[in-house]
Structures are given as structure tokens and as C-alpha cells.
């Protein structure tokens, strides 16, 4: 039989790829829109509903972020209140090891997989900045270098809870409990783990204990390439290639014409990152109030402050703590030589996370590719519209791909396990 | 829909204030809330469903507010589903009947904990409550790998104070969702806390906007009013006597709302052992019952029934306690579409960060 692919919807809510200023959208936050969204996606047939985490709203030199869309649920609690209206998807939650305790999480995450009758999915992230930990009792306490250590050490608290088989104890410098198991086991078993990170130590820790990789290599040859490692380590650690799915996080825009797709995509992409905030990226490496500059003007002629960069983005990368005034000397190069305004280098130099642009059938074809090649077993998606970008791809890329015999046409299974086919 | 603005709430804090009638004669309502984890039974280990027909069965019945109990450690080494976890399940299944889980603060982040009582109150449009609960014990404390606080009651204060300004941190008009602007949050009107206690600190803001109630409604037992300050106190007693006595200096301590506790048994010819928590116990006729609940009124704003045979105890209690007390004027069910608050006669509190700007202007 061909393999079959399998989607996730993957609900951020916050950040700049959701166009809230768009007036087709539901009202992100409320309730309704999550019921509603999910109950598309059981339509669609799809695996997962996926929530987010950001345990700090992001900020602006020390303000509140104020341009993109933020505000969300905890997830454990939402996905909860959404059990009750579905009966189909799965329920996944990203939930950091840093900053919860894992007695206290694995049973949340155990009491969701139990009223959702087997369906729910603990997508395992990690935290380190000292910025988030402000917000919890122990503060920035985790070295960067460690924090896949305890999130080792977590997860393998949190099975030896949900096996059930007696008092569980921890007692290292990262870890520290004594708990009994105290929900039952699911109609799964326990949740299903998740692990987006790439780095290596993700990457070590998906092959030890995940059902699942949530990785960010959409693009085909980063697919293949990204799959054949997981295989390999997942050998070392003497699982099957097959115990583990492959879906990652990416995107589509669907058109009538390749071409409309792909004026579609650059619309979106032009209003994600639109002049407001071209300015409000270039204040966080400026470090100073930018709003006297025209965004389609030349670059900024004062000069940065010197320090590196304020982490209270909340999501910048190892890599782009340091470094910033060279950064800067090459955009100011970059401008200069191609005669970019404000907006336009930012359109510039802000990567492009990986989408599939396309007609329908383009997009089907595509991932009817993938999965005959096996370099991925499906994908989660981020819609840049709510409902908009997730009717899209049930009402018209799900028919194509069921024509194409790679998508499912009903459920066979109830659990989130079962629909992932996983052993 | 749900309201926010002050204006929506017709109900102003109850007519009567704190002060207390000295005649017997019954007052205008009674609020009848049910403990529901007594329902967890066996069966509803294995089928959820079970936990979604108690709640379900007694909205129908009209009880005020559901509580769901819970603990770090269940007792005696049973199974228990997280309660928040269980009343936002219940959430989207019901329309008008209130929700209050216990949590407990000595053995959670004060964070995720504002954010998830939040979470439930957005769920139900403003149904939600939260019973504080401060376990202890060592063995609750280390589920978490806590050491206990040298002053457990000053950290029950913090963490209930941390939760409360984590739920104003965002004022209710703080998306504007200007699109001339690009600006989709007011930036001055999300705020950080800076809270600092004695064991933590917490910065803010919440993740989560500010609930639909501004404030959940918040329940303690009598033991901790002094340093949670409630919106209801729960009180105990060893009798009807002792209830209404109780009842009498909690609310000469200043509590918004006093809610008796009652152990209920109306099945003729179950065991008439008196419970181990030193709970009130009715046994009797359900007549009886609907007769008794009317001479509490006279002291008590509500009570929550714990029935000690729920199987049996709930259907009777919905199909003949609560429409008695209806007929007599003393119980009205919530309506759908208004929130817990409203429902119990008490204001939405203002926003303190708006309080504090306003000031300032």
C-alpha cells in the first residue's frame, strides 16, 4: 500500500505569520474558533490539532509586542475544553520541561489523554532564557548546554508515571520527585511525545523517546537528508524506522493558476512582514525607537547601540545573540549596493520558512512525492488565516490527495496512535 | 453572548451588604452548588463519559456551580483525573451551570495556574470559579520536589495575590486591533506584575487575556479565608446549628458569600455512618431536605451538597430537592449566557492596572 501522508493544523496564536488584520477571520481567541477549527480538521480527516507554547508575551525594548496577534489559552486546559466537542482529532499540546514539574505535567497531560478518550499528543520543547523563567519560581535556573539533559531526564519521569507501575523517584541536580502514578491509563496508553527540536540534542532525544518529529525541514532535499539521520540514530538506539513519524512544520498557499498561487504567496508574505514591522525588526538590533523613519526611506543613519541584542523577542536563536553590529554593516552593504528601502531589506534578509505553493493538484502531486519517497509521513501546517487557510486545504488539496491514493478517506482508528498508524 | 463592560452586570453586590437578618424567615435565594468528584466512581475510570453525564446531569438539575475535588496525592492511592483538566472537558458541554475545580498552590507554578483558571473562564464565557487548596503534606510536596515553605500560609497569600494581578494584566480593552496602526495590542494596557514574595517572584504579564469575570470566582474553606479572602467561604459545622453558627461569624469576618458544607444521604436504607471529615450530614427525605435548605437560608447564601451516594443521590436531588426549592422561591437555576459572578449576586471587580492609570490621569 502507498504510504499514507498525515497533517496536523498547527494553532500558534502569536506571531507575524497570522494575518489578524485580515476581516475573513474568525475571532482568534475565542472558543468558538478553536471548536470550529477542529471541527474542520475531523472533516478534513486530519491527525492533530496542535497548540503552541510561549510562556512570556513577547516584548519591544521592553514593552509588550505590539503588532502581531498574542494572546492564547493554556494549552492542556483548552485542548481539554476541546475533547468535550470532538471525537476524532488529536490533541497536542506544546509543553516546555523547564519550567513545569513533571509529576504535575505528566498528569495533566495523562487526565487530557484520558477525557479525550486516547487523543492526546505532548509536543516536549525546551526553554532556556532567563527572560521566560522571570515568570516561574526558580527563574533562568537551566543552563543552555542542559537543557536537553533535563528534558531527558523529564520524559523518562513522565513515562515511568504513565506505565503505572508504582511510586516513581528522581533525585539529580536536574530532576526531583517522588510521585505515584494517578490516572489511569488511556485508550492509548499514554500521549503520544512530539519533539520539534533540530539541533543535535533534539534530535537525540526524538530518537530515544518520540512517536513523533515535528522538524522544520519542509524542503525536499533537507527532508531526505533529515530523515535518513533520524533513521540512523533511531537504529542506534534499536527502534524501528517505523516507530517514528516525520511531519514538518510548514505551510501552504493554493491558487487556481501557478500563477495566482504564487501572487498569493507574495501578498502574504509582504503583509506578513509589512512596514510596521520592518521597522519594529530593525528596533530590536538598533535598540532604540526607529518610528521617525520612513520604512520605505533608506536605512537608519544613526548608529546602534552597542550592546547585543535584547533577548525579550523571546525567540531569538543561539546564533543571533552575537554579532549584531556586523549584521548590521551587512545590510547597510546590502542596501547600498541594491538600493533597498527599510522595508525592502527586511523583505530581503528575513528568511523565508519553507511553503508549498501551488494549485492544488501541484501541491498534491508534490506531496504525493514525499510520501512514495518516504523522506516525510505528513505534515503540520500553519495557516496564515483562521478558518481561511485551513477550508482551503480540506475542501480542496484533501480530495486531491485521497484521488492520489496517499490520504486517508475516513478514520479507522480512534487514538491519536491509531490515526498515526504508529506500532 | 458574554458581557464585559460594567454596565452588563445588573446585579451590584447583594442588596443586603454584610449585614445578617436575625429572624428566621427564610432570604430571597439560596445558591446550591454540588461537590462532583464523589461521581468519579469506578466505571468513570474507564469512560469519560461518565465524568460528562455528572456534569451534564446536574446542570439539567440546576445546581449553581459544580466542584470538582482534588488533590497531589489522591487518598488511599485511587485513581484521579486532574480536576481543571475535567471541568474544562465539561466546558464545552454545558451552557450554564458554574465550574470550580480545586488546585492546589504550594505544589504548582503560580503562572500556569493563573493561566489555566483563566483558559477555563474563557471556555465557559465566565462560568468558571477556583476552590484554593493548599496541601501540604510531604508526600504532596514531593510530587514536586518541594521542601515544605517555613510559612506555608504566607505562600498560599502570595501565590493567591500573584494569580489575581497575573489576571488583571491585561486590560479588558487591550487588543484594538487597529488596522491604520498595525497595532493589534494597546502596549500600555498589558502590564507586567513584578511581584515578589517571600519563595518566588513572577513578572508577567499572563499569556492569556484577563478572564471574562476580571476575576474567577474564588472559594475557600474557612481555615484559609483570612489570607485568600474569598469570595465565598465554605464553612463547616458538626450539625445545622453549628452551620448556621459558623455561618454567622464568617460573615461577621467580612465574607462576600458564605456557603454552608452538607453531606446529603436521601437513599432509604443506605449506611447511616457518620463521614470521617466532621461534615454536617443530612439523612432523610428528600421533603426533608428541601425543608431544611430553607431554614439554612436564613444564615447561609448557598451550600454545596455532598452527596454521599452520588449515583442515587443526584438524580433525587435534581428531581425533587432543587424544584421544591424552586416552587418556594429560594433557588433559581443559572440562566445560560450570564456569568457565575452575576449569577451569585457579585460585582465584576475593576481592573487594578486600569484603576491605577486612571488615577494617575
Redesign the interface.
Known amino acids: 500500500m502507498t504510504a499514507q501522508l498525515h497533517l496536523g493544523v498547527f494553532y500558534t496564536g502569536v506571531g507575524s505569520q497570522f494575518l489578524w488584520d485580515d476581516p475573513a477571520n474568525a475571532p482568534h481567541t475565542e472558543i468558538e474558533t478553536y471548536v470550529s477549527v477542529a471541527r474542520t480538521l475531523e472533516r478534513g480527516l486530519f491527525d492533530a490539532f496542535f497548540l503552541g507554547e510561549g510562556l512570556r508575551v513577547r516584548e519591544n525594548r521592553g514593552r509588550v509586542h505590539a503588532l502581531d496577534v498574542a494572546g492564547r489559552p493554556d494549552a492542556i486546559t483548552q485542548l481539554s475544553a476541546l475533547a468535550g466537542a470532538t471525537t476524532k482529532i488529536g490533541l497536542v499540546a506544546t509543553q516546555n520541561t523547564t519550567y513545569n514539574y513533571p509529576a504535575d505535567l505528566a498528569r495533566r497531560l495523562a487526565s487530557l489523554d484520558f477525557v479525550s478518550g486516547g487523543r492526546a499528543g505532548w509536543n516536549i520543547v525546551t526553554t532556556d532564557n532567563a527572560w521566560t523563567g522571570a515568570n516561574f519560581r526558580h527563574g533562568g535556573w537551566l543552563e543552555h548546554e542542559r537543557r536537553y539533559e533535563r528534558a531527558t531526564q523529564f520524559v523518562e519521569a513522565a513515562k515511568a508515571l504513565w506505565a503505572g507501575n508504582g511510586p516513581v523517584e528522581a533525585d539529580t541536580d536536574l530532576v526531583r520527585l517522588r510521585a505515584e502514578p494517578t490516572v489511569p491509563a488511556s485508550a492509548q496508553g499514554r500521549p503520544v511525545l512530539f519533539q520539534a527540536g533540530d539541533s543535535a540534542g533534539g534530535r537525540e532525544l526524538a530518537a530515544r523517546h518520540a512517536d513523533v518529529v515535528f522538524s522544520a525541514n519542509g524542503a525536499y532535499d533537507k527532508a531526505a537528508a533529515y530523515a535518513a539521520d533520524l533513521r540512523e540514530r533511531l537504529a542506534r538506539h534499536g527502534r524501528s524506522a517505523d516507530s517514528v513519524r516525520i511531519l514538518p512544520g510548514t505551510s501552504v498557499v493554493l491558487g487556481d493558476t501557478p500563477a495566482e498561487a504564487a501572487e498569493r504567496a507574495e501578498e502574504i508574505r509582504r503583509r506578513q512582514i509589512n512596514p510596521q514591522r520592518a521597522i519594529a525588526f530593525l528596533e530590536q538590533y538598533w535598540g532604540q525607537d526607529l518610528s521617525a523613519y520612513d520604512p520605505h526611506g533608506p536605512l537608519p543613519d544613526i548608529e546602534p547601540v552597542e550592546g547585543e541584542l535584547d533577548p525579550s523577542r523571546g525567540t531569538i536563536s543561539i546564533e543571533h545573540r552575537t554579532g549584531k553590529l556586523e549584521r548590521i554593516r551587512q545590510w547597510r552593504d546590502l542596501a547600498e549596493t541594491k538600493g533597498l528601502s527599510i522595508h525592502e531589506l527586511v523583505l530581503e534578509v528575513q528568511p523565508r520558512h519553507h511553503s508549498f505553493i501551488g494549485t492544488p493538484g501541484q501541491v498534491a502531486d508534490e506531496w504525493a512525492r514525499y510520501a512514495r519517497d518516504r523522506v516525510v509521513d505528513g505534515f503540520n501546517l500553519s495557516p496564515h488565516l483562521v478558518p481561511g487557510t485551513i477550508d482551503d486545504v480540506v475542501d480542496r488539496l484533501v480530495p486531491q490527495l485521497q484521488e492520489r491514493g496517499v490520504y486517508r478517506t475516513a478514520y479507522s482508528g480512534a487514538t491519536l496512535r491509531e490515526h498515526l498508524e504508529l506500532a | 453572548m458574554r458581557s464585559t463592560a460594567g454596565s452588563d452586570y445588573p446585579w451590584q453586590k447583594r442588596a443586603e451588604g454584610g449585614t445578617r437578618m436575625s429572624s428566621p424567615q427564610p432570604r430571597r435565594t439560596l445558591h446550591i452548588a454540588v461537590e462532583l468528584d464523589g461521581a468519579h466512581t469506578e466505571a468513570a475510570?474507564?469512560d469519560?463519559r461518565i465524568?460528562?453525564e455528572a456534569v451534564t446531569g446536574a446542570e439539567r438539575a440546576g445546581f449553581t456551580f459544580a466542584t470538582f475535588d482534588d488533590a497531589?496525592?489522591?487518598p488511599g492511592?485511587g485513581?484521579?483525573?486532574?480536576a481543571?483538566?475535567?471541568a474544562?472537558?465539561?466546558?464545552?458541554?454545558t451552557v450554564r451551570i458554574g465550574l470550580a475545580p480545586v488546585s492546589h498552590v504550594l505544589?504548582?507554578?503560580?503562572?500556569?495556574l493563573a493561566?489555566?483558571l483563566?483558559?477555563?473562564d474563557?471556555?465557559t464565557?465566565g462560568r468558571a470559579a477556583w476552590l484554593v487548596g493548599a496541601a501540604d503534606t510531604a508526600?504532596a510536596l514531593?510530587?514536586?520536589?518541594r521542601p515544605r515553605p517555613e510559612d506555608h500560609r504566607r505562600e498560599v497569600a502570595d501565590v493567591v495575590e500573584t494569580i489575581r494581578r497575573l489576571w488583571d494584566s491585561?486590560e479588558d480593552d487591550?487588543?484594538i486591533?487597529d488596522?491604520a496602526?498595525?497595532?493589534?495590542?494597546?502596549?500600555d494596557k498589558?502590564h507586567h506584575v513584578d511581584f515578589t514574595g517571600e519563595?518566588?517572584?513572577?513578572?508577567?504579564?499572563?499569556?492569556?487575556?484577563r478572564p471574562p469575570q476580571g476575576s474567577l470566582v474564588v472559594l475557600a474553606a474557612e481555615d484559609l479565608a483570612e489570607v485568600v479572602r474569598p469570595d465565598i467561604v465554605l464553612v463547616g459545622g458538626t450539625d445545622a446549628e453549628d452551620l448556621r453558627l459558623r455561618a454567622r461569624q464568617a460573615a461577621g469576618s467580612g465574607a462576600p458569600l458564605v456557603f454552608g458544607e452538607l453531606e446529603v444521604l436521601l437513599v432509604p436504607g443506605a449506611p447511616a455512618d457518620r463521614p470521617a471529615n466532621g461534615r454536617a450530614r443530612y439523612t432523610g427525605s428528600a421533603a426533608g431536605l428541601a425543608e431544611l435548605l430553607g431554614e439554612l437560608s436564613a444564615d447561609l447564601d448557598g451550600v454545596r451538597l455532598h452527596p454521599a451516594v452520588p449515583a442515587a443521590d443526584l438524580p433525587l436531588l435534581g428531581r425533587e430537592v432543587l424544584p421544591e426549592l424552586h416552587r418556594l422561591g429560594l433557588h433559581a437555576p443559572p440562566e445560560p449566557g450570564v456569568t457565575l459572578r452575576s449569577t451569585l449576586g457579585l460585582a465584576r471587580p475593576e481592573n487594578r492596572f486600569a484603576a491605577a492609570s486612571k488615577g494617575i490621569a
Open positions: 475510570r474507564t469519560p465524568l460528562a497531589p496525592v489522591p492511592g485513581f484521579r483525573i486532574d481543571t483538566v475535567r474544562a472537558y465539561a466546558a464545552t458541554r505544589t504548582a507554578e503560580p503562572f500556569h493561566a489555566q483563566a483558559s477555563l474563557h471556555a464565557h508526600e514531593a510530587t514536586v520536589g491585561w487591550a487588543v486591533a488596522v496602526t498595525g497595532r493589534y495590542l494597546d502596549p498589558v519563595t518566588f517572584s513572577v513578572k508577567g504579564p499572563l499569556i492569556t487575556p
